[in-house]
């Protein structure tokens, strides 16, 4: 920034680094985590096209073919109906990933309003959106999860609010957090003395600062609520049979654990492999995010 | 161990302008350093020669990314400790034991117990350097056991000489205090206590008067000078501050982009600036008593033309804005129940008022309430009392109405150009803001509006698309003033809105201010702590102190012939850029500005000022105990 001369017309000329562009470009150095999103993206591409890449129907039993180990007609073998574990774990991904995205981007989506008011607001908003969230943070995810589940009932549906309920508060609190940073920074107060309304300033200038911290997390948070719904599932009050949900297989297996292994490994498989990648792209994110634009 | 080479280099001799006296206890030859950006590496300093005898001032001088500070990263190898590397070149230093050793090369393990009895540093921000958590007296006992052996009670005993000689007052009280009780000026002698506790050859001080006020810069670059002489240490200073440089060099090394451009005695250069770059660095330094006797202020010289004095004023009609009686304060909460342990005079009972394209200085050091005066202006900060008006028209009570012509008609410029942009929005939808805030144009007027902006701070359209991170700190300040100009104001706030520009930068942004008054008309409230910066800008000058304004008139009368005592104390600190008027000599007092934060049944003093000459009034009542 040493520059004695008047202006520096280069600048003008070079082309335009827009925040976007930036992201992409460090993100692209994050090889981990851009071989994670390419595991993830394959992920998602099988689920969707589930009906047209399973080799059998995952509910119908084959009562020839029970118990069957890996083979060439059933590539990770058959349980205990002689349903094709490859068609289940491929039909159970639609189950798993959709639990995942739609409880996060509900509970972030709460979670971020609730933040931005409590951070924006301050005063006795604040205290209690908090203290509501210090009473939903105070119980361990799971049983939190369970105890909705029970009063609502099982099912998928019921998983995905459940999920999205204890998703919430962490969100507030992130949020919360850096609107109350962004709150003092300065270019908040410049667009505030130039008097730009309330509504505006939190929507323009602090809600794009959070978001950042937002996806980081929604995207860490994916295979938290993945694992949560699996857990709900393997206790039987998640996904119901014949349905093939990966904690619910998991469950179906544990009888037969040591004996066919085909019946567990699979879907754990499955299981830890999306999580994973949901992980390392959440960490190649944070890093690419974490710019300082200044 | 290391086996110190035997002979300095052979480039030991003089440079012209050099006084050819005793050898070099600091011989640097050829440095170039380099630091790592993505795969390859960057090469920031380039084939830099520079030399300290004993007991000599060497300052370097540049402009921010001149490579000054790496420089000295590289003599004491903290460099290594930076990501820096240095690629070619010798640092030949003296040891006390009459060998010599390459700096540049030698092991680590040796530099470390070089650091210290042999060369110390003293750093810019001095709260940073300091251990938040540790007692002061522990922290310089700690430099004192380790490097003069003596054992706890004797390293007390000489911490608390130490403290004393830095003049600290009250030094065996001070011991037991944290660095966070202590204020910037007593924290800055802290670590030259420490610096000095192992007696080093050479003080490296990096910017060490930079986050200072005026009067405790002058204070502290008057102790240093004091203990060299005392102690004979060499001292190798960096700074940007050609004023600073003035005061205390005795040659001056100019870096620009990571090499030396010049080099000579301090005379010298001030004088017969042999190099371009030098003379221009020098025209840009804003001379306190430039504009001694004229009335009118003036921008700074450009291509060698004398500027048109500002001749803007509307005498008649009212004034822009009126400030009456304005009070600001704000409660301390102290313990667990938040209970208040007292208040802040920021700002206590503040008046004044803005012309018609008048400029007036709002001057004081940190802590004095100027920028609260400017934010409690517009409600940044909430006033507790006082009125607020608005050609004529009453603010004070923010509805709807007011907020809307309040928000329109003065406008803010922050001192941070970094911060003060939106990051994620480009610069041409930050200058809008405004104008779609107030509905003032609508659709593709909105983008010619911004590009005629963009044209009238000397930036140009295609800036518009551009994001502030692709801008320089100059071009992103010319930014916020075009933004700040996007709602036609009348007034312009601008709080320190030139501080943290490089000098050359900053008299452009200066100019840029005055041709838009000249052509537009607007008012300026103009906050800062630099006079010399006030005196080219202000038809009217006002001194803020503990939250009151203590003096106020023409720039010429306040500034020329201060009437008040703390005036007189804060104009004779700031540091002239000229060697032949040195201010050792000058008389400073070595006391501290108290705080403003007082008990709630101990009210500050308040008086009406006196009227002392034309437009010229001042404070005769006690405020604060000193003055």
């Known amino acids: 920034m040493s520059e004695l001369a008047a202006t520096k017309p280069a600048t003008a000329d070079r082309a335009i680094r827009s925040p976007l562009g930036e992201f992409w470009r460090r993100l692209r150095t994050k090889r981990v985590a851009l071989a994670a999103g390419v595991v993830l993206l394959a992920i998602v591409l099988v689920c969707v096209f589930a009906p047209w890449l399973a080799p059998y129907n995952p509910t119908t039993p084959d009562y020839q073919a029970i118990l069957a180990g890996p083979s060439a007609t059933h590539w990770f073998g058959t349980d205990a109906y002689g349903r094709d574990i490859l068609s289940r774990v491929i039909w159970g991904g639609r189950i798993s990933l959709w639990v995942g995205f739609v409880s996060v981007t509900l509970g972030g989506a709460v979670g971020v309003a609730l933040g931005l008011l409590s951070g924006y607001l301050g005063g006795w908003t604040d205290s209690v959106i908090m203290r509501l969230a210090d009473v939903l943070l105070a119980f361990p995810g799971i049983l939190l999860a369970i105890g909705i589940v029970a009063v609502l009932g099982p099912g998928v549906t019921n998983v995905i609010y459940a999920v999205a309920v204890f998703s919430v508060p962490v969100f507030a609190r992130l949020v919360r957090g850096s609107t109350l940073a962004l709150k003092q920074s300065v270019y908040v107060q410049a667009s505030r003395s130039i008097g730009v309304r309330p509504v505006a300033l939190v929507l323009r200038h602090i809600l794009p600062g959070t978001l950042p911290g937002v996806i980081v997390y929604m995207s860490l948070r994916v295979g ?25 297989m998991l469950a179906d297996g544990r009888s037969y654990l040591g004996v066919d292994d085909q019946l567990t490994l699979f879907p754990g498989i499955a299981i830890f492999v999306t999580v994973l990648a949901l992980n390392l792209l959440g960490d190649g994110l944070r890093d690419a995010l974490d710019q300082r634009l200044r | 161990m290391s086996s110190p080479s035997s002979s300095p280099s052979g480039r030991t001799a003089s440079h012209p302008g050099e006084a050819p006296s005793a050898a070099p206890l600091l011989d640097v030859s050829g440095l170039t350093i380099s630091f790592p950006a993505g795969r390859e590496r960057v090469s920031v300093v380039q084939d830099v020669d520079l030399q300290v005898r004993p007991g000599e001032t060497v300052a370097v001088v540049g402009e921010s990314g001149s490579g000054k500070s790496v420089t000295a990263l590289a003599v004491t190898r903290l460099l290594d400790y930076a990501g820096g590397r240095i690629d070619a070149g010798r640092a030949v230093f003296q040891l006390r034991d009459a060998t010599s050793l390459d700096l540049a090369r030698a092991p680590q393990e040796r530099m470390r117990q070089l650091r210290g009895p042999e060369i110390a540093m003293v750093f810019q921000e001095p709260m940073t350097s300091l251990n938040p958590v540790l007692r002061i007296g522990d922290q310089i006992a700690e430099a004192v056991m380790l490097h003069q052996g003596l054992g706890g009670a004797a390293a007390r005993q000489e911490a608390r000489r130490m403290l004393e000689r830095v003049r600290i007052p009250e030094a065996a009280r001070q011991l037991d205090r944290y660095p966070f009780q202590l204020s910037g000026g007593m924290r800055q002698r802290v670590m030259i206590a420490i610096a000095l506790s ?3 050859r050479l003080l490296i001080a990096d910017e060490p008067t930079t986050a200072l006020d005026v009067t405790v810069q002058a204070q502290v670059l008057r102790l240093m000078h004091a203990l060299q002489e005392e102690l004979g240490m060499s001292l190798l200073f960096i700074t940007h501050d050609m004023g600073v440089v003035a005061e205390i060099a005795d040659r001056v090394v100019v ?53 048109p004095a500002q001749d803007t004023v509307e005498p008649a009609g009212p004034p822009v804005l009126e400030v009456e009686r304005l009070v600001t304060r704000f409660e301390v909460k102290r313990g667990l129940l938040g209970r208040s342990g007292g208040r802040i005079h920021a700002v206590e009972h503040v008046s004044f008022a803005v012309r018609p394209g008048e400029t007036l200085g709002l001057v004081g050091e940190s802590g004095c309430g100027k920028s609260t005066t400017g934010r409690s202006i517009l409600r940044l900060d909430r006033p507790e009392a006082g009125a607020i008006r608005l ?9 709807p109405a007011t907020e809307k012509l309040l928000r329109r008609a003065v406008q803010y410029v922050f001192q941070d150009p970094f911060a003060s942009l939106d990051p994620r929005l480009t610069v041409g939808f930050s200058i809008a803001e405004p104008i ?15 590009e005629e902006l963009l044209e009238q701070v000397g930036l140009g359209g295609s800036y518009s698309r551009r994001y502030p991170h692709e801008l320089s700190g100059g071009q992103r300040q010319r930014v916020c ?35 838009l008054q000249r052509r537009l008309g607007v008012a300026y409230l103009f906050i800062s702590h630099d006079m010399a910066v006030v005196e080219r800008v202000a038809h009217r000058v006002a001194v803020m102190y503990l939250g009151q304004i203590v003096e106020i008139g023409p720039r010429d009368a306040v500034l020329g012939r201060p009437q008040h005592a703390y005036t007189q104390r804060l104009i004779a600190a700031v540091p002239i850029p000229d060697p032949a008027r040195r201010g050792h000599a000058r008389a400073l007092d070595d006391s501290e500005v108290p705080s403003p ?31």
């Open chain 1, 224 to 248: 938290t609520a993945i694992l949560t719904a699996a857990a709900l599932s393997f206790i039987g009050l998640g996904a119901q049979p014949p349905s093939p949900e990966w904690g619910a």
């Open chain 2, 198 to 200: 192992c007696r080093p």
């Open chain 2, 255 to 307: 870096m620009r982009s990571g090499r030396v451009v010049e080099r000579g005695g301090v005379g010298e250069i001030f004088a017969r600036p042999r190099e371009d770059y030098t003379r221009r660095l020098l025209a840009a330094v804003p001379v306190l008593g430039s504009l001694a006797g004229q009335a009118l202020p003036r921008p700074f010289p450009e291509n060698g033309d004398e500027p």
């Open chain 2, 391 to 399: 050609g004529g028209t009453d603010v004070s009570s923010l509805t």
């Open chain 2, 436 to 450: 779609r805030t107030h509905a003032l144009l609508a659709g593709r007027a909105v983008e010619a509006r911004v």
């Open chain 2, 481 to 515: 003033v075009a933004r700040a100009l996007a709602s036609e104001p009348r007034l312009i706030i601008a709080d320190e809105a030139v501080a943290a520009l490089d000098v050359s930068i900053r008299s452009q942004v200066v100019n840029l201010l005055m041709a």
């Open chain 2, 597 to 627: 934060m007082r008990r709630h049944d101990d009210p500050p003093a308040v008086a009406p000022l006196v009227r002392v000459g034309p437009d010229h009034y001042v404070a005769r009542h006690k405020i604060g105990g000193l003055f």
